[in-house]
């Protein structure tokens, strides 16, 4: 996927990575053939637990019929410049890190809004919206228009029909993608926020309102 990465080291983000993967080995066991078409928002339904508990995701196609994507609520408690020391254009960079899901952990990625590819080792996400890999790429948006982007460590990856399968087991609430959602500050209640959006007043297992 790239040449290069920016790569970080921290123990706290393997160790939510760990659990969110074992929702992924979950789905692997009862994927088929991919029917969903195209970028989409997926909103954790509200009995949804383990790693992608109260998470909302953006996800676009990749490779062959596989799908790659971000989880966009998880603020971690890092800065860009605490995990890439020694960058001393990442201190100009105000938002945290977000964990953007169990796969590639200590690499971050950055996603820009822009009218054209950041670089030659990024890709398209849907809109005008890029995902930037390779360490060059993220260097110059971090230099240039430090704060146009969102951070993330790690991703998501589903399999060819992966996404569908978990899709028909009913933990996943299907909407149109939305940039404005990807560069929202208050990401921490944009999971409740989308699911009343809805009209539906979620609940925690034992009947409680969250």
Not at 55 to 60: D, G, K, M, R
Not at 183 to 209: C, H, N, Q, Y
Request: glycine share 8%; with cysteine.
């Amino acid at each position: 996927m790239m040449k290069t990465a920016m790569r970080i080291s921290c123990p706290a983000i393997r160790v939510v990575a760990a659990t969110a993967a074992f929702l992924a080995a979950l789905a692997a066991a009862s994927a088929h053939a991919q029917a969903v078409a195209g970028p989409v928002m997926l909103v954790a339904k509200p009995q949804l637990v383990l790693g992608f508990q109260q998470t909302v995701l953006v996800a676009a196609p990749f490779g062959e019929d596989g799908y790659v994507g971000f989880i966009i609520n998880r603020p971690l408690q890092h800065t860009l410049a605490s995990l890439v020391p020694g960058h001393e254009a990442a201190h100009k960079v105000v938002d945290p890190v977000r964990f953007g899901g169990p796969e590639s952990v200590d690499q971050i990625f950055a996603v820009v809004r822009s009218g054209n590819s950041p670089g030659a080792e990024s890709l398209p996400l849907f809109g005008d919206l890029y995902v930037a890999a390779g360490a060059e790429d993220i260097r110059n948006i971090v230099e240039r228009t430090p704060n146009d982007a969102r951070y993330f460590a790690g991703f998501v990856k589903w399999r060819p029909g992966e996404l569908d399968a978990e899709i028909a087991q009913g933990i996943w609430y299907v909407m149109t993608p939305d940039a404005e959602l990807m560069f929202r500050e208050d990401a921490k209640s944009m999971w409740l926020d989308l699911v009343r959006r809805m009209g539906i007043e979620p609940l925690t297992p034992d009947g409680r309102a969250i």
